[in-house]
């Protein structure tokens, strides 16, 4: 589905939110150079300053982030 510039205001804050991040930020992204790849540094300070609470802006990130690129959670050795 295509979205235009101008988002419907009848899709709420955050889902508007995620649509200005995501083409902000993950249009230009290429798989193949994972460098391409936005920071969540970037990603949540880009949302917070269009007045996205702390968490709302991690959020965001968390969904649009592709897993290849998440990080963190507990280590393998410790998984049973």
Known sequence: MFF???VSP??????Q???MANREFWSTYDPEDKSTAPTKHEV????????????LAESI?????????????RPKKWKR
Do not use: I, Q, W
């Not at 990130?61 to 959670?73: I, N």
């Open 17 to 19: 939110l995620a649509l």
């Open 61 to 73: 990130d968390k969904v649009l982030r592709p897993t290849s690129l998440k990080c963190g959670g």
């Open 44 to 55: 949540v300070s880009f949302l917070r300053s269009r007045g996205a609470s702390k968490n």
């Open 4 to 6: 235009n510039e101008k």
């Open 10 to 15: 009848a899709y709420g804050e955050g889902l």
